[in-house]
């Protein structure tokens, strides 16, 4: 099993910037997919962004292309999602999820592990 667990978060104004991380255990960080995703209330979970298991490709959802950056650092089995010029639209509770499969992976049913999430609101 694996166990993700999350940090970061919490209340910052438009513009302003956050920085997520997830760390992992009980699995081989390296050999997952890691992604991240959002829910609002009353909204149904979106994807944001992804890594490949080496670091070396991404994607992110049109929504927050050129503002978020996504990094991970195998030796740490973490991951993190950097969040800048941050929008009242970006609120929501943020997830870390991993995956064995890859590729292009952005549907939440094709993620095996899920962290806690953690809330980000941002102000008008």
């Known amino acids: 099993q694996v166990q993700l667990v999350q940090s970061g978060g919490g209340l910052v104004q438009a513009g302003g910037s956050l920085t997520l991380s997830c760390a992992a255990s009980g699995g081989t960080f390296s050999s997952y997919t890691m992604g991240w995703f959002r829910q609002a209330p009353g909204k149904e979970r979106e994807f944001v962004s992804h890594i490949r298991r080496s670091g070396g490709g991404t994607k992110y959802a049109d929504s927050v292309k050129g503002r978020f950056t996504i990094s991970r650092d195998n030796a740490k089995n973490t991951v993190y999602l950097q969040m800048n010029s941050l929008k009242p639209e970006d609120t929501a509770r943020y997830f870390c999820?991993?995956?064995?499969?890859?590729?292009?992976?952005?549907?939440?049913?094709?993620?095996?592990?899920w962290g806690q999430g953690t809330q980000v609101t941002v102000s008008s």
């Open positions: 999820a991993a995956t064995a499969r890859f590729g292009v992976v952005t549907t939440t049913g094709l993620y095996d592990y």
